[in-house]
C-alpha cells in the first residue's frame, strides 16, 4: 500500500521552529521518502507522532451512562456490574473506534472481564477481528486475580450488614469461584498463541497487587522473565490502595514486586497517583514504565499522579485514556495537553518541555504496547502519523504562531485531518475509514436498553451496597 502526504509541516519536538512543508511517502507500512514540498500546499497540515494510549480498558459505553459519575474507584468499580453484557465484537469495535477517532493508533486494551457466552479464545478472536477492521495497533492484557473480589481484605463484616436479598445478590454477582494460576496463565497463553499478530499482541493484565496474591504475581513473573511477555498492571490508583499496600507490604509494595521478580523493564504500571519518591526511584531503575491517567485520576477523585517526580527520577512516563477522558470521548490529543499542564512544571521551572513530554509518552507507550519504534517521523520508521488541519488550529491567523504552540494550547480531536497506521489511513477527514462508529454505538445502546432489566436486582441492591462499601474504606483508613 502506497500513500502520499503532500505539504505537510512535521511537528519538531526538539524546540526548533517549524521547518517548511514536506512530502512525505509511505510504502509498505513505512515512511519510505522526505522531501521538500514539490508545491505550496493548498492548506496546512501539521504531521507528529500518532499518539499511543498505553492504558484504556476496551469498555462498550462509558460507565456513566449506567449511575457510575462521581464515585471514587472502589465504588465505581462495583458499579460497573450494572451493566450487561454485551457482544465483545461490537463492543471492541466502538472501543477501538472512539480510540483512533481520538488519535490513538497504539492502544492498550486491559480487559477486565469477558463478555460471553463465547470461549475466552473465540471473544480474544472477536477483538483483534475488530481491531484489525478500525486499523489501529492494539495490545491486549488479560485480566488475572485471585483475592479481594468485593473490597480490600476481609469482606465478612460489609457482607453481614446487608439485608439478605442484596446479600445473596451481591455474592452472586461477585464472588464466584477464580481459575487456579495455572489456569489463568495458561489462559493467556492460549489467546496470545490464538490472535497475536504484528499489529495485536498480548500480555499479561494482573489488576493490581490488591487483587493479586504474591503466589499469582510471582508465577507471571516467572512466566514474563521465561517467555519475554510483557506484563501490565495497576498500582496505587488511589489512597484506599495505598492504605492496603502500606498494610499488606511491611517493606513496601514496590519492593514486594521487586522481590516478586515482577518489577523489571517488562512490566508496565497505571496510575501510580499515591507513589512516593523512594519507590518512583525503584521504578525507574528498573526500566518499568508509569502510564499515567490524568482525566481518569480526576473523573475518580483519585488524584494527581506524581508525575514530575517520576520524570525527575529518570521514570518512563506513557500516558492513557482509561476509559475515562476529560469529556468521556476519547480524545486523547486533549489528554496530551491536559497531561503537561499538570506535569510540565509551574511558574518558570520546566520539568518537561512540550516537545519532550510529546515525544517521551509516545516512545514509552510504544515501548510499553510492544509496538515497534519510537514513534519519530524519519525514513524507514513505521508510517504512524496523525495530521492535524493546522488552518483550523491556527483559527485567528494574525501572526506566524509555532505549531508547537497552538497544539498545546487548543488541540483536540475535532482537528484531527487524519490518521495514519501501519501505513494505513484509518481516519480521513477526521472520519474512520474502516469501520461505522456510529452504527456500533447505536447497536450497543439498544442492546443495554434491552437486556438493563436482567440487573434489576443488582439494581436494587445497591442502595445497601454502596453505603456499606464507603463504610469499609472509611474505616480501614481510620476516619470517623
Known amino acids: 500500500m502506497s500513500l502520499r502526504l503532500s505539504g505537510v509541516i512535521l511537528l519538531p519536538t526538539d524546540g526548533a521552529p517549524a521547518p517548511p512543508p514536506v512530502d512525505l511517502v509511505v510504502e509498505g507500512g513505512l515512511i519510505a521518502a522526505i522531501a521538500p514540498a514539490a508545491e505550496p500546499p493548498g492548506r496546512r497540515l501539521l504531521a507528529l507522532p500518532a499518539l499511543v494510549n498505553a492504558h484504556d480498558h476496551c469498555r ?33 469495535l466502538a472501543a477501538f473506534g472512539r480510540a483512533a477517532r481520538g488519535g490513538a493508533g497504539s492502544v492498550m486494551a486491559h480487559y477486565t472481564r469477558f463478555h460471553g457466552p463465547l470461549p475466552p479464545v473465540e471473544e480474544a478472536r472477536a477483538l483483534a477481528r475488530a481491531a484489525a477492521e478500525v486499523g489501529v495497533r492494539a495490545t491486549l492484557a488479560v485480566f488475572m486475580r485471585d483475592r479481594n473480589p468485593l473490597v480490600y481484605g476481609d469482606d465478612s463484616a460489609l457482607l453481614a450488614a446487608l439485608p439478605e436479598s442484596a446479600r445473596s445478590t451481591v455474592a452472586a454477582t461477585f464472588l464466584g469461584p477464580m481459575p487456579s494460576i495455572e489456569a489463568q496463565i495458561a489462559r493467556v497463553e492460549a489467546i496470545a498463541e490464538a490472535v497475536e499478530s504484528p499489529t495485536f499482541s498480548v500480555q499479561f493484565g494482573p489488576n493490581g497487587p490488591q487483587w493479586c496474591s504474591d503466589d499469582l504475581l510471582a508465577a507471571i513473573a516467572a512466566r514474563s522473565q521465561a517467555t519475554g511477555r510483557r506484563v501490565h498492571m495497576h498500582l496505587l490508583e488511589t489512597r484506599n490502595q495505598r492504605a492496603f499496600a502500606d498494610r499488606a ?24 497517583v499515591w507513589a512516593r519518591p523512594d519507590e518512583l526511584a525503584r521504578i525507574a531503575a528498573s526500566g518499568a514504565v508509569i502510564a499515567t491517567n490524568p482525566s481518569s485520576n480526576l473523573h475518580l477523585a483519585s488524584g494527581i499522579a506524581p508525575i514530575g517526580e517520576a520524570i525527575r527520577r529518570g521514570c518512563r512516563v506513557a500516558l492513557g485514556v482509561d476509559a475515562s477522558a476529560l469529556d468521556e470521548d476519547d480524545d486523547i490529543v486533549r489528554e496530551l495537553r491536559l497531561g503537561h499542564f499538570l506535569h510540565g512544571g509551574w511558574g518558570f521551572e520546566t520539568v518537561v518541555a512540550r516537545g519532550d513530554w510529546l515525544a517521551g509518552t509516545v516512545a514509552a507507550g510504544r515501548f510499553a504496547n510492544g509496538a515497534p519504534g519510537d514513534g519519530r517521523l524519519a525514513v524507514g520508521a513505521p508510517a504512524d502519523l496523525l495530521v492535524l488541519d493546522l488552518d483550523r488550529l491556527d483559527r485567528d491567523a494574525v501572526l506566524p504562531v509555532e505549531p508547537v504552540d497552538l497544539l498545546f494550547a487548543r488541540a483536540t480531536a475535532a482537528h484531527i485531518d487524519r490518521l495514519i497506521v501501519a ?37 436494587d441492591a445497591w442502595s445497601a451496597l454502596e453505603p456499606a462499601a464507603v463504610a469499609h474504606y472509611l474505616g480501614a483508613l481510620g476516619c470517623c
Open 423 to 459: 501505513g494505513r489511513e484509518v481516519v480521513s477527514d477526521g472520519r474512520l475509514t474502516g469501520v461505522d462508529l456510529a452504527a456500533a454505538e447505536t447497536a450497543l445502546r439498544q442492546g443495554y436498553r434491552e437486556n438493563i432489566a436482567g440487573r434489576a436486582a443488582f439494581l
Open 60 to 92: 462498550p459505553l462509558s460507565p456513566t451512562s449506567f449511575g457510575a459519575a462521581a464515585k471514587p474507584l472502589e465504588t465505581w468499580l462495583l458499579r460497573l456490574a450494572a451493566m450487561p453484557a454485551a457482544d465483545p465484537y461490537t463492543a471492541a
Open 249 to 272: 507490604y511491611s517493606e513496601g509494595v514496590v519492593e514486594r514486586l521487586k522481590a516478586l521478580g515482577l518489577l523489571s523493564s517488562r512490566l508496565t504500571l497505571a496510575h501510580c
